[in-house]
């Protein structure tokens, strides 16, 4: 088998593939990356692995591949053995709607917040912040949250299971797993709102593949 690095970028999507890694049983080499303390950019060392210089990267043998969902469906499908992914029908159908959801769908208004949260926490003339304030709060309240609002009521409605897909892990749930715990510990909603989802949370992350990507990795999300 070609051997795998895991270029891995702390409390970034990152962790879903060190996860998946965990619970392929692969052997694979981990090289850590820092963010830059001021700007939580990734490290530019990042850049000498793939020119785009996020996280996370993962290569195997000589040949470098990129992007969460990607990654996720290559490693299932090369070394899955029909484990983490349905095969046909509805299901598959509903597996690939889900893994594109993520990415697409859910993580632009979280995006959105996060940037439009350093906006009011940056340092700027007295007299612009409440200009800079007033303009996050009106996105805030005309996208962000009716977006995050809207997305985590879906995935709620979407959960009829123990998981995303049936009663057994796929890799939808790791792929779904950084927005949604961005979503509900960033996401400004109710501790007693979403109980499917924070009970679905709370199932993954008592997973051994998952904690020993915390252990090796850090937490998802800061």
Request: proline content about 7%; hydrophobic content about 40%.
């Amino acid at each position: 088998m070609a051997s795998i690095t895991l270029h891995h970028l702390e409390t970034s999507r990152s962790h879903r593939i060190l996860w998946m890694l965990e619970e392929l049983g692969l052997d694979y080499e981990l090289k850590r990356y820092r963010r830059d303390p001021k700007t939580m950019r990734a490290d530019p060392a990042l850049k000498k692995v793939h020119p785009l210089g996020k996280s996370p990267v993962l290569s195997v043998g000589e040949r470098v591949l990129y992007e969460s969902g990607a990654i996720l469906e290559y490693l299932v499908d090369e070394y899955g053995d029909g484990r983490f992914r349905p095969t046909s029908g509805e299901d598959l159908l509903r597996y690939r709607a889900l893994m594109h959801f993520a990415e697409a769908s859910m993580m632009p208004s979280l995006l959105v917040r996060l940037i439009f949260n350093r906006v009011r926490k940056a340092p700027l003339p007295f007299f612009v912040k409440p200009i800079s304030r007033k303009i996050a709060d009106s996105v805030d309240e005309t996208f962000t949250q009716p977006e995050i609002d809207r997305n985590l009521a879906f995935l709620e409605e979407e959960l009829t299971d123990d998981h995303f897909i049936g009663d057994e892990l796929t890799a939808a749930d790791i792929q779904l797993s950084y927005p949604i715990e961005a979503a509900l510990e960033r996401g400004n909603v109710s501790a007693s709102a979403h109980p499917k989802l924070r009970a679905w949370k709370a199932r993954v992350e008592a997973r051994p593949a998952y904690a020993k990507a915390v252990e090796l990795g850090g937490p998802p999300v800061p």
